[in-house]
């Protein structure tokens, strides 16, 4: 899961690992000789790549803040959250539009199969005030080289620093895969089941909260309402390799034979059922006024099952090895087409939706040993006419190497954005299709750790939910966005002293509430202490964004709600600078942290809010430990 292991990106300087097992990119080719972990995910069946074991940002526990920005959220770790540095992220087929907890759970294409030759477990635990706790264990086992199983806990709790904002997350995942001995059949399965149930407060009446002696003892808006979401999920993938068996030399009269895979037929099949529902069981509903349904509970459910199907054809995945090296097709593609069928049910009844996608992805490296990388995929919904195509094109041979890229598509909106019948809000619209355009170019160093990326994104009938000025409901509206972004990542190194810096810079001219800067760096000195037994950094982690107007959170719906002119500028954040103390230490395979969030509050500022009527929470002392066992 993203909040318990964060992996280190190619632009941070790397830490040196001090427990002597983890492997480099294999490949197929899998050493079974010494204690070795690796893992794939299942959008990227069998792509090997290391468990991580540095130090790099691991006192980042908050998965909002596991980003190059930190994520606006309601000042509790497990709270919703939105992102303030802007980023399109719709894709074809079905999409409920629920987004505001997907950090902290787990989704069935994020799955980690697992492949090792001992057995393994990983144990990570977070402690901090108000009673906040993580806890999170993954254990895995190979049988034999052809069949692995793991199973993943992950639980968060925290009370919260304010009144009656306990969160309270939990979800298992078993997963698995299974190789003929031949190497051609494979079979990937795996399960998650999640579950919710979050205190909803409202936020806290008095907008001046840190001004008063006890800001804890502050009332807040509701004490009642709760809400649960329920999560189950399962797949199953199938692939079959088509290829050749190759011969070898072993010795001087000795030969043997490997298979080289060249192309695969793939299948997966899925499931899902989701169950979302919020109640306030209060008898003073003044909160919420008019009421659209005359109900003796206030309650709003929602309830959504389907199944999916994706076959594809291609060689994408897959790499030609020979007995002592690794030869990368020079051209990689995949041919696919995608079947889906989902059942939503409210209060209105049930509503059916289906979706057909074909599509296509290709990877070439082309002209004199890979001087460019070509990528283009595309993809077609024959059900709703809806499609998106991408397209990129690198030049390695330079340093730094220049990339450009453009993304172009037409989706439907969210459902959530076009249908709600709730007790307080009800909608059922029919907006146009979502026209989005993304023209973009890169300049990446990776000896320098250094990126610059230029981005200009436009989209027509992009839709945010926004009250309504005469009565106060919320309601969805379509407006027209154009967004010109700047990324730049920077790292420094002055002997054993690390400054890493990321600034982005965001102007737009429509209805988007972002800051026009947002920025983070990470500011920290390591090194090794008894005779290279302990490795340790130390340092600051800082945040920044300049004034912007916030979102506001609606806890009926569970979305975050345009406010911008509603009632006049009382929703403007000011600029914000933000300090997290941490020390971070390695003994062997043992990590741990200490850390303080919120160092410097009351030296800038008393406190600020997050979103109307949800203050940060004030400073706090957290401790992490992660322990990797192997038997």
């Not at 069981?281 to 003796?296: A, K, Q």
């Not at 993304?438 to 945010?464: C, H, M, P, R, W």
């Not at 340790?536 to 920044?544: A, E, K, N």
Request: proline share 3%; hydrophobic share 35%.
């Amino acid at each position: 899961m993203g909040m318990m292991l964060l992996c280190s990106r190619n632009t941070f300087s790397q830490a040196t690992d001090t427990t002597n097992i983890d492997s480099t990119l294999l490949g197929n080719l899998f050493n079974y000789h010494a204690a070795e972990v690796e893992f794939f995910t299942g959008s990227n069946l069998e792509q090997y790549s290391p468990i991580d074991t540095t130090l790099n940002y691991f006192n980042r526990y908050n998965p909002v803040r596991q980003v190059n920005f930190e994520h606006a959220y309601l000042g509790n770790l497990g709270a919703p959250y939105y992102s303030r540095y802007f980023s399109f992220n719709r894709t074809l087929g079905f999409d409920y539009g629920r987004h505001e907890r997907d950090a902290y759970l787990m989704d069935i294409n994020e799955v980690k199969y697992y492949r090792c030759n001992v057995p393994f477990t990983d144990l990570y635990y977070m402690v901090g005030g108000q009673g906040e706790q993580l806890f999170h264990v993954t254990h895995t086992r190979n049988v034999g080289k052809d069949f692995n199983i793991a199973i993943d806990f992950n639980k968060i709790v925290s009370e919260g620093y304010f009144q009656y904002m306990k969160t309270d997350y939990a979800d298992v995942t078993l997963s698995g895969w299974y190789k003929s001995k031949n190497a051609h059949y494979s079979l990937f399965f795996a399960g998650i089941r999640s579950n919710i149930a979050q205190q909803e407060n409202g936020g806290i009446a008095n907008d001046t909260v840190f001004e008063i002696q006890d800001p804890a003892s502050a009332l807040p808006l509701r004490d009642q309402a709760l809400t649960n979401w329920n999560n189950w999920q399962a797949q199953i993938q199938q692939q079959y390799l088509f290829g050749k068996n190759e011969s070898y030399q072993v010795d001087d009269t000795t030969s043997a034979t490997y298979f080289a895979p060249q192309f695969a037929l793939k299948h997966t099949f899925g499931y899902r059922n989701y169950y979302y529902q919020f109640e306030d069981p209060s008898f003073d509903r003044t909160y919420y006024g008019d009421l659209t349904i005359d109900t003796d509970t206030l309650r709003d459910r929602t309830a959504i099952a389907g199944f999916y199907n994706r076959i594809s054809f291609g060689n994408s995945t897959f790499r030609n090895i020979s007995k002592d090296s690794i030869v990368k097709n020079p051209v990689l593609w995949e041919a696919y087409g995608w079947q889906q069928y989902h059942e939503l049910s409210d209060q209105s009844g049930k509503i059916q939706y289906n979706n057909l996608m074909v599509g296509f992805n290709l990877n070439a490296r082309l002209f004199l040993d890979s001087t460019f990388t070509f990528k283009l995929n595309g993809a077609y919904d024959l059900e709703e006419g809806t499609y998106s195509a991408n397209a990129s094109l690198r030049l390695l041979r330079l340093s730094p190497s220049p990339e450009i890229f453009v993304s172009y598509g037409s989706f439907n909106q969210t459902i959530i954005q076009e249908h709600y019948i709730g007790f307080d809000y009800t909608w059922d619209t029919n907006f146009d299709k979502m026209q989005y355009l993304k023209l973009g170019a890169k300049i990446s160093a990776t000896e320098s750790a250094f990126d610059l990326i230029f981005t200009y994104e436009a989209i027509t009938n992009y839709v945010q939910l926004e009250p309504n000025y005469i009565t106060e409901e919320i309601a969805p509206f379509a407006t027209d966005e154009s967004i010109l972004k700047i990324f730049l990542a920077k790292d420094f190194k002055a002997g054993n002293f690390h400054f890493n810096n990321r600034a982005g810079f965001q102007f737009n001219d429509g209805a988007l509430e972002v800051p026009m800067l947002i920025a983070s760096s990470s500011w920290y000195y390591e090194n090794h202490l008894f005779k290279s037994a302990l490795f340790f950094q130390t340092g600051l982690d800082i945040w920044y964004n300049s004034a912007y107007n916030n979102y506001g959170y609606d806890i009926i719906t569970g979305q975050f709600v345009r406010l911008s002119g509603f009632i006049g500028n009382g929703f403007s954040a000011d600029p914000n600078i933000t300090f997290d103390f941490f020390a971070n230490f390695d003994v062997e395979t043992l990590r741990f942290f200490v850390k303080v969030d919120n160092v410097a509050q009351g030296l800038f500022s008393k406190g600020y809010y997050i979103a109307p009527h949800y203050p940060m929470q004030p400073r706090a002392f957290r401790l992490g430990l992660n322990w990797f066992l192997f038997y």
